[in-house]
């Protein structure tokens, strides 16, 4: 078996081409006080399921600070003691958190605060070096940003971090990175439902990984979510947040559903799960990107690993997708 694999930007760093984002293994917190986690978590079968992934071709983990206030960090740092050098660790920093009340309290971008931040998470991953590490407030100003660059490349000078990137969704802010000594990736929100073709054509322009946040629509594109589901308080889809865009307060969107149904077909064709097909999709934007979808399980671990057997939809399925969609 062949694992389809990609490169990180313009770093030797290569990756199998489907990663796992580490948002809801880090558990329960808060955000404007009301939750931004995913619902209570099982750090052993969180370890099991990274676990699982590696051995299955994942070899790009993603993850921030601020989930569960450094919970997660910690839980992927012992899952992957005894693999650090066969994978690919990102994680972000720029929300300041209290642990204690697990909850996030503002943003620092300041040079201080950043180098602050990566000894912080060095230390909860259990590792030398963090291979990307990314700005995780969007809207950052570009002046402020300036500075933030080089400290980070400060930092890549010093062996803390191999790269960086930025968590935006912002084609102009994206942009900032080119050229840029270490900058590597970044990070956006993309999947089938919500093309974004302004930042694909960014990152392949300027040579940056194209990591996809929410490829599978918050778990509405894993087709397990019907117009009478309703998820609960403790989860970030049932809280109540104004962005979250797929559920309103628990209730999946119904425009949402609908599109989903109408590209099911082409999907789940050649054997894929919903999933796999959502992911394939990403694989077939473009050759930068590389999509992370998220887990609580085994299970989910499994399947979004086996996107990476199937490989990315054909053009002509890509095609009949935008007819489909009205694109």
Same mark, same amino acid.
């Given at each position: 078996?062949?694992?389809?694999?990609?490169?990180?930007?313009?770093?030797?760093?290569?990756?199998?081409?489907?990663?796992?984002?580490?948002?809801?293994?880090?558990?329960?917190?808060?955000?404007?006080?009301?939750?931004?986690?995913?619902?209570?978590?099982?750090?052993?079968?969180?370890?099991?399921?990274?676990?699982?992934?590696?051995?299955?071709?994942?070899?790009?983990?993603?993850?921030?600070?601020?989930?569960?206030?450094?919970?997660?960090?910690?839980?992927?740092?012992?899952?992957?003691?005894?693999?650090?050098?066969?994978?690919?660790?990102?994680?972000?920093?720029?929300?300041?958190?209290?642990?204690?009340?697990?909850?996030?309290?503002?943003?620092?971008?300041?040079?201080?605060?950043?180098?602050?931040?990566?000894?912080?998470? &060095?230390?909860?991953?259990?590792?030398?070096?963090?291979?990307?590490?990314?700005?995780?407030?969007?809207?950052?100003?570009?002046?402020?940003?300036?500075?933030?660059?080089?400290?980070?490349?400060?930092?890549?000078?010093?062996?803390?971090?191999?790269?960086?990137?930025?968590?935006?969704?912002?084609?102009?802010?994206?942009?900032?990175?080119?050229?840029?000594?270490?900058?590597?990736?970044?990070?956006?929100?993309?999947?089938?439902?919500?093309?974004?073709?302004?930042?694909?054509?960014?990152?392949?322009?300027?040579?940056?990984?194209?990591?996809?946040?929410?490829?599978?629509?918050?778990?509405?594109?894993?087709?397990?979510?019907?117009? $009478?589901?309703?998820?609960?308080?403790?989860?970030?889809?049932?809280?109540?947040?104004?962005?979250?865009?797929?559920?309103?307060?628990?209730?999946?969107?119904?425009?949402? /559903?609908?599109?989903?149904?109408?590209?099911?077909?082409? /999907?789940?064709?050649?054997?894929?799960? /919903?999933?796999?097909?959502?992911?394939?999709?990403?694989?077939?934007?473009?050759?930068?990107?590389?999509?992370?979808?998220?887990?609580?399980?085994?299970?989910?671990?499994? $399947?979004?690993?086996?996107?990476?057997?199937?490989?990315? &939809?054909?053009?002509?399925?890509?095609?009949?997708?935008?007819?489909?969609?009205?694109?």
């Amino acid at each position: 078996m062949t694992t389809l694999t990609r490169k990180l930007g313009g770093t030797e760093l290569e990756v199998g081409a489907i990663g796992l984002g580490c948002w809801a293994i880090g558990g329960p917190f808060l955000l404007d006080g009301k939750q931004d986690g995913w619902g209570e978590v099982d750090d052993d079968e969180s370890i099991r399921a990274i676990d699982r992934a590696v051995d299955l071709g994942v070899t790009f983990f993603d993850t921030a600070d601020v989930y569960g206030t450094g919970h997660s960090e910690r839980v992927l740092g012992r899952a992957l003691r005894d693999r650090r050098d066969a994978v690919v660790i990102a994680t972000k920093f720029g929300y300041t958190y209290d642990e204690a009340r697990k909850e996030i309290t503002g943003t620092d971008t300041s040079a201080a605060y950043v180098r602050r931040a990566c000894e912080a998470s &060095l230390a909860r991953l259990g590792t030398d070096y963090i291979d990307l590490y990314q700005l995780h407030v969007g809207d950052t100003g570009t002046a402020a940003a300036e500075d933030v660059f080089a400290e980070l490349e400060s930092l890549v000078d010093k062996g803390m971090i191999r790269s960086y990137g930025w968590s935006t969704d912002d084609e102009e802010r994206a942009r900032m990175l080119a050229g840029r000594h270490g900058a590597a990736a970044v990070q956006f929100a993309i999947n089938v439902l919500s093309d974004v073709p302004g930042l694909v054509e960014v990152s392949e322009e300027a040579g940056l990984a194209g990591l996809a946040r929410s490829p599978l629509a918050m778990g509405l594109l894993t087709g397990k979510f019907t117009a $009478e589901s309703r998820l609960p308080a403790d989860d970030v889809r049932g809280s109540g947040h104004s962005w979250v865009t797929y559920f309103r307060d628990g209730r999946p969107d119904q425009d949402a /559903l609908d599109r989903l149904a109408a590209v099911r077909e082409i /999907l789940t064709s050649e054997g894929r799960t /919903l999933a796999q097909g959502a992911l394939a999709w990403i694989l077939a934007r473009g050759e930068a990107m590389i999509p992370i979808p998220g887990f609580k399980s085994v299970a989910q671990a499994e $399947e979004n690993a086996g996107a990476l057997d199937r490989g990315p &939809l054909t053009p002509a399925q890509m095609g009949e997708i935008d007819a489909l969609l009205a694109r």
